[in-house]
Nanobody, 125 residues
Framework: VQLQASGGGLVQAGGSLRLSCASSGLAFSEYNMGWFRQAPGKEREFVTAMASNGRSTEYADSVKGRFAISRDNARNTVYLRMNSLKAEDTGVYYC???????????????????WGQGTQVTVSS
């Protein structure tokens, strides 16, 4: 299984970025997909998740209204659109996958069995 994240970079505060995560080796349409992030010196934190069928989403309070997760099951890809970026959004962003047993979307890192390599997002203030 591979989760290949891309799209990170350096952006000014108030700017936007779109991350992509292309998956291979798993039945993408059967997995809930999500994003976590980790800032220097901090623990990994939940950002957002979307159900396998795209019908439900969860967001961290810190990104609600600014970030949007989406997925294209035909392309085995999940996206994270990030608007109104702030300096505190800086970190490494990880794409994650969790097989959908019909359970509620999860927010704990340990709940996700597959992780991508991460892509760096740096927001300058």
């Amino acid at each position: 299984v591979q989760l290949q994240a891309s799209g990170g970079g350096l952006v000014q505060a108030g700017g936007s970025l779109r991350l992509s995560c292309a998956s291979s080796g798993l039945a993408f349409s059967e997995y809930n997909m999500g994003w976590f992030r980790q800032a220097p010196g901090k623990e990994r934190e939940f950002v957002t998740a979307m159900a396998s069928n795209g019908r439900s989403t969860e967001y961290a309070d810190s990104v609600k209204g600014r970030f949007a997760i989406s997925r294209d099951n035909a392309r085995n890809t999940v996206y994270l659109r990030m608007n109104s970026l702030k300096a505190e959004d800086t970190g490494v962003y990880y794409c994650v996958a969790d097989f959908d047993y019909g359970h509620p979307l999860r927010r704990r890192p340990g709940s996700y069995g597959y992780w991508g390599q991460g892509t760096q997002v740096t927001v300058s203030s």
